[in-house]
Every structure is written in structure tokens, then in C-alpha cells.
């Protein structure tokens, strides 16, 4: 089987989801790669989902991605008193770094680099931006703050802090712990949350290695400043477009989401569009037409894949939310303006034989109606080539290494087989032909375009571009 769409739907596990019977069923609606989030569940409960995941893998015989998204360090207010506290636009409150049950002059926030790194003038924002306050003063335990925007603190809100960066690693304890546990488990990538500087990703590279694909979830303004390095240090993105919308104008959020995923087509590295899309399906059995539009802008923009969460997580309509995205991207990939939008947003590539290579396949390919590009791989780093060309015909992608495969289920356009190591020239032929024929993109008398690197197998070496026609 294989999608009529080149975008791919990344979907969130949870309640709603993680049955057997029903991952099975949101992969046939369109899902190609599921998400564990660690912010919620067991290390017990993302292994039977995983578990699940494989035996599908098996069942239907194609390639699932998983994503391990870790929960990062999270910050919030200690207990308050009764639980809630009602704060005024206009007062001062304070902060203290020790202390339970506190009120207005000593709500808890039990984390020093805080107060290490705040300075008067900067801003807390407050259970996602719904409260905002402004320091004032501060001592080395004790932070004052003016109520810019007032409204209720209750027990554990989150904190966000937009202006500042904080020395602290994005990787808690029990990120580690979730980490490794993944990682033995077989997760194809892990999403980093909370990302601020280079240094964090080479972190947790360090410990990741080649593992696992390694994502950078975008949502600090810091983050931003950094994110050539960053792009450079991952081997994909996430657009975390709901911490990213708290700490930056709501205003700013489309044009980073532009830059962002044009940055990642630059450096041929996948990139998800994440939050919210489809925010109303989480109770209702259709989006709005504002969300609608959301997704398809993703997708018109040249993403590599759009994300459901709590839609797919805890919703009520879990399969009808996939089934709409899924039916969006293929309407918006076969609208008449789209391959104009995409091609506009053509751009200039590095001057290297394989990214030329690559850039010639895509070309060759559609002036010679070929019916489809395949792509021999051992990273992946070939197919992504090809893939940031955007091209108009199906890219099927054969790689030896079974974690590649998975994670070719990110990667725009891309339809991944795990196939058998090659070792001459006449056997990337046939295996080609062979593939192309069995997956039903190809009949007798086609015209294919198949792109290697020679010698087979070293990764990086993209060289090789052929024109060969399927035999009857």
C-alpha cells in the first residue's frame, strides 16, 4: 500500500489511541509515523504502545516511524494556599524560592535558576500566558513582580520566561531515565523539548549517538537566535507552535513557521508542524474552517509533516481527525496553484555533486514523464536530498538499515522499503525495477529514475543518476 499524498500525519498516542485495534486503524487512515509523548503515561504504557506499533509494522509490512518526545524540564509554581489565588492587574506580587501553600507576598517557585538569571524589566508569563507579570526587584531568594495581565494562580501552573535563558540542561532526570528506556526499546527519533542553545542538542547527542534519529522541538525565542546551529546539530525539527506562541507575539508565530520550514528544506533535514491544527476535533467530529485552512498553509509551505496531539491523544474523535487531515493535504497537494506555491519556493542549494545529483534526478524525472524517483539510501541523506526538491512524482526509497526505513516515514514525498544490501550496478537496476513494479508505482514500459551513491553502501556519496525503463 502507499499514500496519495506526499506530506506525511504524525499522530500522538494516548487513551484514545493506544489500543491495538485502533493504531491499526489510524494507520490506515493515513498515520505514518506515531508519537509517545513522555509528559504523560508509564514507561510501562509506551511499551505496550510500542510493542503494538511493531507487530502493525509487521502486519501490514511497511515502515512506521515512532517518536519518543521527551517531557524537558518543566517550570511552575509551587502549592498555594486553598489552591488558587486571584492576582489584580496592577499589584505587586512575590516569588520566594523555598516555602509551600503560599499567597501573594510568597508564591513558590522552587527553581534558582530563575532567580540566577532574571533581571528587572523581564517578564514571567504565567499557565501559558494568561497571566503576565513583570519584575520589579529581587533578591537572591525572593523575585517582586508588577501584575501587567491579572487572573488566577492555581497549584503548579507553568511559568514561562520569553526573555531570559536559563542555565539549565533540557535534559531532566527523568528525561535520562525515559531516554534510555527508549532507546533499548527501539524509538526511530527523540524530540528534545525546551532546546534553547546549540550546546543542548550535542547533549543529547552525546548520549543518543546514531541510535535514533535526534529532533528539536522549536518553541524558545532563544532557540530562534540560535537555529542555523541548531538545524545543523538535528536530524529534524518539530514547529512547537504552542509554547513557541507564549513566548513569542501571537502575530510572529506564521512567519516563524515559514522561515523555519524553509530553513529546513535549505539543510534537507524533515520538518513537523505541530499544536493545534485541528484543536476543535479533540470534541467535535469536524474542524473549523480556520483549521482547515492551518493545515493546508503547512502544507502549501512545503512541510514535511503535520502533527495531531491531543486530537489523537485523548480526543473523541481520534479517527475522523486523521482522516481529515489526511483528506486536506491530498486536497491541497491536487489543487492547480499548489506545484506553482511550491515551486516559488524553490531554493538555492549547496554546489556539491550530490546535492546536484539529486537536483537533476527531480528534473530529469519530470521532463521525461518518469513515474517515479528511487532513491538507493543508507542514511537517508539521498532521499532527503531529493525530497527538498519537492518534485511531482513519488520517491521510493530503499535502504538496508530497518531504523532508516522508519524514519523515511517523516520525510516528505518518500514511500520507504527496507530491501536487501546491493553490490553491483546490475543489481540496483533490478532491485529498482523489481520494487517500483511490486509497490505499484511502475507497469511495463515506464520510465524510472534511480539515484545511488557508488560504491554502495557510504553514506553521503550520492553520484549516480540513470534513466531505466521497466521491462514487461
Same mark, same amino acid.
Given at each position: ?6 506530506a ?10 493506544? !489500543? /491495538? ?5 489510524l ?5 505514518d ?16 504502545v510500542h510493542a =503494538?506499533i511493531?507487530a ?9 516511524g ?6 524537558? +524540564? ?6 498555594i ?5 486571584? &492576582?489584580v492587574? *496592577?499589584?505587586? @506580587?512575590r516569588?520566594?524560592?523555598e516555602?509551600q501553600?503560599g499567597?501573594?507576598?510568597?508564591i ?6 530563575i532567580?540566577? #538569571?532574571v ?7 504565567i499557565?501559558?500566558g494568561r ?6 526587584g529581587?533578591g #537572591?531568594?525572593? @523575585?517582586d513582580?508588577?501584575?501587567?495581565n491579572g ?19 533540557p535534559?531532566? #532526570?527523568?528525561?535520562?531515565?525515559d531516554?534510555e528506556?527508549?532507546?533499548?526499546l527501539?524509538v ?9 542553545? /546549540?550546546a543542548?542538542m550535542?547533549?543529547a ?6 541510535? !535514533?534519529g535526534?529532533?528539536?522541538?522549536i518553541?524558545?525565542?532563544?532557540a ?12 529534524? @525539527? ?11 507575539p ?5 512567519g ?11 539543510? !534537507?533535514k524533515?520538518?513537523i &508542524? ?5 484543536e476543535?476535533?479533540?470534541?467535535? /467530529?469536524?474542524p ?5 485552512s492551518?493545515v ?5 509551505d *512545503? ?6 496531539s491531543?486530537e ?5 474523535? +481520534? ?9 486536506i ?5 491536487n489543487?492547480?496553484?499548489y506545484?506553482?506555491i ?14 546536484? &545529483?539529486?537536483?537533476a534526478?527531480a ?5 521525461i514523464? =518518469?513515474?517515479a ?5 543508507s542514511?537517508?541523506t539521498? #532521499? ?9 512524482l513519488?520517491?521510493?526509497t530503499l ?10 516515514a517523516l520525510?516528505w514525498? !518518500?514511500?520507504?522499503i527496507?530491501?536487501?544490501d ?9 532491485l529498482?525495477a ?6 505499484e ?6 520510465l ?5 551513491g557508488i560504491p554502495f *553502501?557510504?553514506?553521503?556519496s550520492?553520484?549516480?543518476l540513470?534513466v531505466?525503463?521497466i521491462?514487461?
Amino acid at each position: 500500500m502507499h499514500r496519495n499524498r506526499r506530506a506525511k500525519i504524525v499522530a500522538t498516542v494516548g487513551p484514545a489511541s493506544a !489500543a /491495538p485495534e485502533m493504531l491499526k486503524q489510524l494507520f490506515l487512515a493515513g498515520v505514518d509515523t506515531f508519537r509517545m509523548n513522555f509528559s504523560h503515561g508509564t514507561q510501562a504504557d509506551h511499551a505496550k504502545v510500542h510493542a =503494538a506499533i511493531r507487530a502493525l509494522e509487521v502486519e501490514v509490512g511497511r515502515p512506521i516511524g515512532i517518536l519518543q518526545d521527551l517531557q524537558g +524540564p518543566k517550570i511552575r509554581v509551587g502549592t498555594i494556599k486553598d489552591g488558587k489565588i486571584t &492576582v489584580v492587574t *496592577g499589584e505587586t @506580587i512575590r516569588f520566594v524560592l523555598e516555602g509551600q501553600d503560599g499567597d501573594k507576598s510568597a508564591i513558590p517557585l522552587r527553581h534558582p535558576e530563575i532567580f540566577e #538569571a532574571v533581571a528587572p524589566g523581564q517578564e514571567l508569563l504565567i499557565d501559558d500566558g494568561r497571566i503576565r507579570v513583570r519584575v520589579t526587584g529581587l533578591g #537572591a531568594d525572593h @523575585i517582586d513582580a508588577l501584575v501587567v495581565n491579572g487572573g488566577v494562580i492555581s497549584n503548579r501552573k507553568g511559568v514561562n520566561l520569553p526573555g531570559t535563558v536559563l542555565d539549565l540542561s533540557p535534559l531532566t #532526570a527523568k528525561d535520562r531515565a525515559d531516554l534510555e528506556f527508549g532507546l533499548a526499546l527501539g524509538v526511530d527519533w527523540v524530540a528534545m523539548s525546551f532546546v534553547q542553545k /546549540p550546546a543542548d542538542m550535542i547533549e543529547a547527542r552525546a548520549i543518543i549517538g546514531k541510535r !535514533a534519529g535526534l529532533m528539536a522541538k522549536i518553541e524558545k525565542p532563544s532557540a530562534l537566535q540560535h537555529i542555523d546551529d541548531i538545524i545543523r546539530l538535528s536530524d529534524a @525539527i518539530m514547529v512547537a507552535r504552542g509554547d513557541l506562541g507564549v513566548e513569542i507575539p501571537h502575530e510572529d508565530v506564521p512567519g516563524r513557521q515559514k522561515e523555519l520550514i524553509r530553513a529546513c528544506r535549505l539543510a !534537507a533535514k524533515p520538518v513537523i &508542524v505541530a499544536t493545534q491544527m485541528l484543536e476543535s476535533m479533540v470534541a467535535t /467530529p469536524a474542524p473549523t474552517r480556520a483549521e482547515a485552512s492551518d493545515v493546508a498553509t503547512a502544507i502549501y509551505d *512545503g512541510a514535511d509533516a503535520v502533527m495531531l496531539s491531543a486530537e489523537s491523544a485523548s480526543g473523541q474523535y +481520534p479517527l475522523e481527525a486523521v482522516g481529515m487531515m489526511d483528506r486536506i493535504i491530498r486536497s491541497t497537494e491536487n489543487h492547480k496553484l499548489y506545484r506553482s506555491i511550491i515551486q516559488a519556493s524553490a531554493l538555492d542549494e549547496e554546489h556539491s555533486p550530490p546535492h546536484a &545529483v539529486a537536483a537533476a534526478a527531480a528534473d530529469v524525472a519530470e521532463q521525461i514523464g =518518469a513515474v517515479a524517483i528511487v532513491g538507493f539510501t543508507s542514511s537517508g541523506t539521498t #532521499a532527503a536530498r531529493i525530497a527538498r526538491r519537492r518534485p511531482a512524482l513519488p520517491i521510493v526509497t530503499l535502504t538496508p538499515d530497518a531504523l532508516v526505513a522508519r524514519q523515511m516515514a517523516l520525510l516528505w514525498g !518518500a514511500h520507504s522499503i527496507q530491501s536487501e544490501d546491493i553490490n553491483s550496478y546490475e543489481e540496483m537496476v533490478q532491485l529498482a525495477a523489481t520494487a517500483v513494479r511490486r509497490e505499484e508505482f511502475a507497469k511495463p514500459g515506464d520510465l524510472i529514475v534511480v539515484v545511488a551513491g557508488i560504491p554502495f *553502501g557510504q553514506s553521503g556519496s550520492t553520484n549516480n543518476l540513470r534513466v531505466v525503463r521497466i521491462k514487461p
